[in-house]
């Protein structure tokens, strides 16, 4: 069965880096496309970004633009989000998501992220 | 704000009906497919609908989905307790090149 595994989260500091990583299983990773969708405390569902199945194309939302890179290895079924610059705002439970553009069909169970001083 | 507009909430009896409406534009809905997805209290979202109207296997017919324009509908009936959840429509926006959801619908199954 599908099977998408987020680590990578903790509490970090303003204007500090953080990556999450999301290990995928029980498909071939590389035929699909991948998402990072986060949702903050209390609050309803945000895009962040989306990945090509073979990294060809990234988009991002414009919340997280020229902050957060998007990534993959085929090679190791693995999912990447590298944070950089990070604010209060940013403060959301990860979820690493498989899909492309006609849907988003299997979700990991989320890593969170905690942006304080 | 969203771009993708959803009722913050709706309620109704057990065994009833209840439809969630989800609206957006021509660069959204009215061009590519709307997914529907339940997330059940302290857990990750599931699909729910998909290509607009599909159910993935497991889940009950009691679950459908409608587009028509640049509007979505889910569809729920026979309301059980643990349908009590979060509801949202999600689609991608070929103007924005990005996913984009709907706020969220809360419904309770009073």
């Known amino acids: 069965q599908v099977q998408l595994v987020e680590s990578g989260g903790g509490v970090v500091q303003p204007g500090r880096s953080l990556r999450l990583s999301c290990e995928a299983s029980g498909f071939t990773f590389n035929s699909y496309g991948m998402h990072w969708v986060r949702q903050a405390p209390g609050k309803g569902l945000e895009w962040v970004a989306i990945?090509?199945?073979?990294?060809?194309?990234?988009y991002y939302a414009d919340s997280v633009k020229g902050r957060f890179t998007i990534s993959r290895d085929n090679s190791k079924n693995t999912l990447y989000l590298q944070m950089n610059s990070l604010r209060a705002e940013d403060t959301a439970v990860y979820y690493c998501?498989?899909?492309?553009?006609?849907?988003?069909?299997?979700w990991g169970q989320g890593t969170l992220v905690t942006v304080s001083s | 704000q969203s771009v993708l507009t959803q009722p913050p909430s709706v309620s109704a009896a057990p065994g009833q009906k209840v439809t969630i409406s989800c609206s957006g534009s021509s660069s959204n809905i009215g061009n590519n497919d709307v997914s529907w997805y339940q997330q059940l209290p302290g857990t990750a979202p599931t699909l729910l609908i998909y290509?607009?109207?599909k159910r993935p296997s497991g889940i009950p017919d009691r679950f459908s989905g409608s587009k028509s324009g640049t509007s979505a509908t889910l569809g729920i009936t026979g309301l059980q307790t643990g349908d009590e959840a979060d509801y949202y429509c999600?689609?991608?926006?070929?103007?924005?090149?990005?996913?984009?959801f709907g706020g969220g619908t809360k419904l309770t199954v009073l």
């Open positions: 999600g689609t991608w926006d070929s103007s924005l090149s990005a996913w984009v």
């Open positions: 990945i090509w199945y073979d990294g060809s194309n990234k």
């Open positions: 290509e607009n109207n």
């Open positions: 998501a498989r899909g492309l553009i006609r849907e988003i069909d299997y």
